[in-house]
């Protein structure tokens, strides 16, 4: 089984938006897929309340109790997890120990650079991560082509010397899919096909499957 946290100290980025995404995409593929919701909020846990029999199935987990964590069916593939935004030193380790990747969304705004900065150097004090064990991508997230703080975010990047693996575009279909428990790896439409297409260099970084997906 591979494990892919998705974390961010930064509220709004767009952890659960990408952990469902992630986790419908596996699904369709036709892995065992569970998704695993860390964070107090539950809206992995709702999103997979709303999700329809028809679609392709996803196990709920709840990890909203550090005794939780680490419980997983033993057929699962991969296990996607939405972190909660306020990761504590304990809650922090214990969750990247069964991390193989982290996933950081982040969009181009100052604050979400700014927290993203420490988040990512708070990560640095954990020892699996300190070591090389884990690996880390960013995720330029709900980006607008050619809107002037894209320049910031790419700043960001380059002072850290660490590009993003995917841009994904802001659009208003995430969030009316997510409604309904779906995600755009449910929808077969052509507008649809190429914003899954953004999502492809993701799904190359974390998965043993060299095939064109989508």
């Given at each position: ?11 709004g980025c767009g952890k659960t938006l990408t952990a469902i ?194």
């Amino acid at each position: 089984m591979k494990t892919i946290l998705v974390a961010n100290q930064k509220g709004g980025c767009g952890k659960t938006l990408t952990a469902i995404t992630l986790a419908s995409a596996l699904s369709v593929k036709g892995y065992k897929v569970a998704l695993a919701d860390a964070d107090n909020q539950k809206s992995a846990l709702q999103w997979l309340k709303q999700r329809p029999t028809s679609a392709t199935p996803i196990q709920t987990l709840d990890w909203r109790s550090s005794k939780s964590i680490g419980d997983v069916p033993k057929n699962i593939e991969y296990l996607i997890i939405d972190a909660p935004g306020a990761l504590t030193d304990e809650h922090a380790e214990q969750l990247v120990a069964e991390a193989h990747a982290i996933i950081t969304p982040l969009q181009p705004s100052f604050f979400d650079i700014d927290s993203t900065r420490r988040f990512l150097k708070h990560l640095q004090d954990i020892k699996r991560i300190r070591k090389g064990k884990v690996q880390l991508l960013l995720l330029a997230n709900r980006t607008k082509p050619n809107a002037a703080n894209n320049k910031d975010i790419q700043a960001f990047f380059d002072k850290i010397d660490q590009q993003p693996i995917a841009w994904i575009s802001e659009r208003t279909a995430y969030g009316k899919l997510a409604m309904q428990g779906l995600s755009v790896f449910d929808q077969s439409q052509k507008i649809y096909q190429d914003m899954q297409a953004q999502w492809q260099p993701v799904l190359n970084a974390i998965i043993d499957d060299p095939s064109q997906w989508f």
